[in-house]
């Protein structure tokens, strides 16, 4: 049978999100369903995800999984060759065929927006960064999980407010704005309960990343804690830049694009500002902007492409 459609994808940790069109380029619709990561929720469950957003939507337009000409799946928790082929396996196991299918991990999605050598850095509730050269080499830095790195992530900049907010209850440094705000988001007003808090919300990583914001408001009345954490995650997040740029052996002085993206720097001016002044110092012939479509929407400009 005729090719009909190609497809979209951007699997986040919480939420899925697939795009149909025509041939022709026609929308055929958006559709949400249930998200997953890969390297988290495993082969199983992250099959079983997958499936619950794509068939009942392909069901729902009168497609099948063998008409499309084209899928472009961009899945958090891709972070190995073989954790991809787990991802194809799923798929190929709906009906899609070997070779219209591909697969990149939703952040190094944005390396497809500009010509290499292109950079993506991504501070969300994690951090990453991913790099091209101009061979097609994709290069990885960090996301390596909250333990291990995340660093300049909101769950890092949480962390950090509630280390501040630990040495003002016991004395140690003063920073009454960050307090006050940590107080007022939940309600603890001593060493021991905030013990608590940590022992029970380690490992969550929205839990701590929802206190991020509080870094903007002390950093704004001109407190030492807030200057600090802002500095701090900015100066992580520059370094996770450079670090790619050593792996690809860019010049200090080659052109080349860097997107952004993420609740950190998307939302963050402070930090996103301060970013792009570290690197710049660097490596200043590097462009810096922010993606003016999402994930989901540079899938399906993948996937068109591929035809």
Partial sequence: MMKQYIAGLDI?????????KSLDGQSLGEFY?????LNTDGEEKSGERYRELVLPALEERGLRPQDCASICIAASGIDSPELENICRRAFLAMGFGKDTIIIQNDCEIYLNLSKA???????????????????????????????????GSAFHIGMCVIKHVS?????????PVLYGDFYEKTGIS????????INANLMDKAVIGALAPLSSLSFEA?????????????????DLVKDTCRKLELGQDQAAHLWLWGSVLV???????????????????????????????????????RI
Avoid: Q
């Fill in 12 to 20: 986040g940790g919480t939420t899925g999100r697939m795009i149909l």
């Fill in 190 to 197: 001593d060493l021991s309960r905030l013990d608590e808090f």
């Fill in 267 to 305: 939302h963050n001016g402070h930090i996103r500002e301060r970013v792009m002044e570290l690197v710049h110092d660097s490596y200043y012939n590097i462009e810096i902007k922010i993606p003016e479509i999402r994930a989901l929407d540079v899938a399906v400009w993948v996937a068109e492409s």
């Fill in 222 to 238: 001109g407190e030492a804690a807030g200057i600090s954490i802002i500095e701090e995650s900015a100066g992580v997040l520059a």
């Fill in 117 to 151: 050598p292109a950079l993506v850095l991504v501070a969300g509730t994690g951090s990453i960064s991913y790099g091209k050269d101009e061979r097609g080499n994709v290069v990885r830095t960090g996301g390596w999980n909250h333990i291990l790195s995340d660093e």
């Fill in 33 to 37: 369903g249930p998200g997953c990561s």
């Fill in 167 to 175: 040495n003002h209850l016991d004395g140690r440094e003063s920073c």
